[in-house]
């Protein structure tokens, strides 16, 4: 049987018009889109525009500041202080530190008779001011009441702080003796009535109630040994702190995989 010959189709010269096709409608999706862009809110584009800006590293600003819209009926927002720089932070360190110094040295002055009898001590650090009276000074022995003596020398300590802004917190201490009796069950009651009533003391002598608290701790910070007569007696105290506004150092420690559980 004689094989059919093959026949090769015509050639179809009009095949590119479906690709003009496909191509006319790329470019017409092409200018949708290019129109839906251009219609939209130029303040909300600047701030995507931003955003997406920062959140790659980028800092050039010529885009321009984001649109910035006011609700009237929204609270007003403040601005944010800028950041100190380095050298400023400093200045503020070193004023601050030369602040409470200065308040030691008058705390110093008008506590001086006391100070030279082993009966008060002043001391600073970062965290501030600390006075710390022996409870001989400023109550009879298991009484909360301030005694004549103690309050003409809180009241020089007064002076010194009633124009400051500082915070102080007072502090009442006991030794390890316990005491009983129908005004104080323990040296819990006794401690803290002890620093409020030093509290009240300022108060009444020009302090801003808001400055002060009174904060009783019983015999649990001992600074001497409770053992013999004289840690007891340096244990038998009320320390009034003048807390400075140096920032803590803080130290963020890294937990390791086999810490946790």
Do not use: C
């Not at 010959?5 to 050639?11: A, H, L």
């Not at 013999?228 to 007696?233: D, N």
Request: proline share 6%; no cysteine.
């Amino acid at each position: 049987m004689a094989r059919r010959r093959f026949e090769e189709e015509p050639d179809n010269h009009d095949r590119w018009l479906v690709s003009y096709a496909d191509l006319l409608t790329l470019l017409f999706a092409f200018f949708v889109v290019m129109y839906a862009i251009s219609s939209v809110n130029e303040g909300k584009y600047r701030v995507l525009s931003n955003a997406l800006g920062t959140a790659f590293g980028r800092t050039d600003t010529s885009i321009g500041p984001p649109a910035i819209v006011i609700d009237p009926k929204a609270a007003p927002v403040l601005p944010r202080p800028l950041p100190r720089s380095r050298g400023a932070n400093e200045a503020a360190l070193k004023r601050e530190k030369e602040h409470m110094t200065g308040m030691a040295r008058d705390i110093l002055k008008a506590l001086a008779p006391l100070i030279s009898q082993g009966k008060v001590r002043v001391t600073q650090n970062n965290h501030g001011v600390n006075v710390e009276i022996n409870a001989s000074v400023l109550f009879a022995q298991g009484e909360a009441g301030l005694t004549d003596e103690s309050s003409q020398a809180l009241r020089a300590v007064a002076q010194v702080l009633k124009n400051d802004t500082h915070a102080v917190q007072v502090e009442g201490h006991t030794d390890n003796v316990p005491i009983r009796n129908a005004a104080f069950p323990s040296n819990w009651e006794l401690s803290a009535v002890r620093a409020g009533s030093v509290v009240r003391l300022f108060v009444d002598n020009g302090i801003a109630e808001g400055r002060l608290t009174a904060v009783g701790h019983g015999a649990n910070r001992p600074v001497a040994p409770n053992d013999t007569a004289e840690g007891r007696q340096r244990n038998r105290r009320v320390q009034i702190m003048i807390l400075s506004d140096l920032p803590d150092q803080t130290t963020e420690l890294p937990v390791s995989v086999t810490d946790k559980p």
